[in-house]
């Protein structure tokens, strides 16, 4: 299995630039999220999405915009790229069930994006 | 909106000293989890708390979760040099939205 897969790895943008960071999970949990992790800092949420065609604002998530067509795919967007967005961003799924007795599988990361904005 | 604190932010320490990372939410948890992230890795998960006041154990490593949902400790036992790494808790609010916090994470060096 693969897993969580994010590409590209690694990507350098311009000022006002628009970009899609890719997502894809193989294994059929509902759960998705997107992080940033500025340099020596912690994990920040810009957007998840609890089922295909349900997404919800995190901590973080003004100038990203995120769809959830499928249950495999959560692509983010970034519209008009600005250095503040310079982070690395990582990708995950989980499997949740929230029923009467709440169950979240843990989260599975991908490798990351590396992005610089300059 | 939900905030989940975790201190101290860096803690070096020599090899075989132990190691003590605290977090806390400003809200009420349904459960908490804990992550390892290595110096250009991604996190991995290490172990979910539930229950209140449950310590749960993996070898060197005991994790606590507060009687009232609202803290957590790691506590790592006799550091080894493959301890280094970056510690992250992360909480699911009592709503359980699926909406998963982190806190700011700890950083460990040892020295051999």
């Known amino acids: 299995n693969a897993g969580v897969t994010q590409t590209p790895k690694f990507r350098i943008l311009k000022i006002g630039q628009s970009m899609t960071l890719q997502c894809a999970q193989d294994?059929?949990?509902?759960?998705m999220y997107w992080y940033r992790q500025d340099p020596g800092m912690g994990l920040k949420l810009i957007y998840y999405?609890?089922?295909?065609?349900?997404?919800d604002k995190g901590e973080v998530p003004n100038g990203y915009n995120v769809s959830r067509s499928t249950t495999e795919d959560f692509p983010l967007r970034l519209e008009l790229a600005a250095p503040s967005q310079t982070s690395v961003y990582f990708c995950?799924?989980?499997?949740?069930?929230?029923?009467?007795?709440?169950?979240?599988?843990?989260?599975?990361f991908g490798n990351g994006t590396r992005l610089t904005v300059t | 909106g939900q905030q989940v604190m975790q201190i101290p932010q860096y803690q070096h320490v020599q090899e075989g000293e132990d190691f003590t990372t605290y977090c806390n939410s400003s809200?009420?948890?349904?459960?908490i989890q804990w992550y390892k992230q290595r110096p250009g890795g991604h996190p991995v998960f290490l172990i979910q708390l539930v229950k209140s006041g449950e310590v749960k154990k993996q070898k060197r490593l005991t994790f606590q979760f507060g009687e009232a949902k609202k803290n957590s400790s790691l506590h790592i036992t006799a550091t080894q040099t493959t301890d280094v790494g970056t510690y992250f808790c992360?909480?699911?609010?009592?709503?359980?939205?699926?909406?998963?916090?982190f806190g700011q994470g700890t950083t460990l060096q040892v020295k051999p």
């Open positions: 992360a909480g699911h609010g009592s709503s359980n939205t699926g909406k998963l916090i």
């Open positions: 294994m059929n949990h509902n759960y």
């Open positions: 995950a799924s989980s499997y949740a069930w929230v029923g009467a007795r709440p169950i979240n599988s843990p989260l599975h």
């Open positions: 809200t009420t948890l349904s459960n």
């Open positions: 999405s609890v089922g295909a065609g349900i997404t």
